[in-house]
């Protein structure tokens, strides 16, 4: 069993809906990163968070560590949301990354 | 500001061949990762340094070598290279338990 896994793997969605996705990981931690990629590009970092919800324009991540789980919500996605999404967890100064959710927003 | 560099940006290489990946941070970071990016896989670190001539093996380290000379510079060298290390290579730096910023990524073909 993989230590950080996300779902959906695959996701797509009408312009305006709203989205999540899921991470759960199994091993301790002090951080949980969300990452953006898109086709043939970077790998850009949206949040960095160890407790509570923490907001960016359209988007919108929490983690509950108790649980073990974090989500990361988009409000009325736009076709350029269209990417991967990373989810990737440290305890030390290494990163441990899900395998992403791949994302594609219609007109 | 340029953030994290990588060059080159493609590269073809035949099988045996080596090869040196450059990747170039202006944030005066201390960390600073190689990972490579397979299908269906999550990143993986292949090395780390902690800071100017210091390295580190990663999950993945087989059949590559680094080197930290300079804080701003940290080199991935394949000597040999074999069609399995065909990937998409990251490069990040940050200032350890901070965000990661992440180079462009370079997609290597070994045939």
């Known amino acids: 069993k993989n230590e950080v896994e996300q779902s959906p793997q695959n996701l797509t969605a009408q312009e305006g809906e709203f989205i999540t996705i899921n991470c759960s990981y199994s091993v301790g931690i002090s951080a949980l990163h969300w990452l953006q990629q898109h086709p043939g590009g970077g790998i850009v970092s949206l949040f960095m968070?160890?407790?509570g919800k923490k907001k960016h324009g359209r988007l919108i991540a929490t983690i509950n560590i108790q649980e073990k789980h974090s989500s990361l919500h988009i409000t009325a996605s736009h076709p350029r949301d269209s990417a991967v999404y990373i989810c990737?967890?440290?305890?030390?100064?290494?990163?441990?990354f899900g395998t992403g959710t791949r994302l594609q927003v219609f007109p | 500001n340029a953030g994290v560099t990588q060059t080159p940006k493609f590269r073809v290489l035949k099988t045996g061949q080596s090869m040196t990946l450059l990747c170039a941070q202006d944030m005066n970071h201390e960390y600073m990762y190689w990972y490579r990016q397979d299908p269906g896989m999550g990143l993986r670190l292949i090395h780390y340094?902690?800071?100017?001539?210091?390295?580190a093996k990663g999950e993945v380290p087989d059949g590559y070598n680094v080197s930290r000379l300079k804080k701003q510079n940290f080199l991935l060298g394949l000597e040999s290279a074999a069609p399995s290390q065909t990937s998409v290579y990251f490069c990040a730096s940050n200032r350890g338990y901070t965000e990661a910023f992440f180079g462009q990524g370079t997609r290597l073909t070994v045939v």
């Open positions: 968070l160890s407790s």
């Open positions: 990737a967890v440290g305890d030390t100064d290494k990163l441990i």
């Open positions: 340094s902690v800071g100017e001539g210091t390295t």
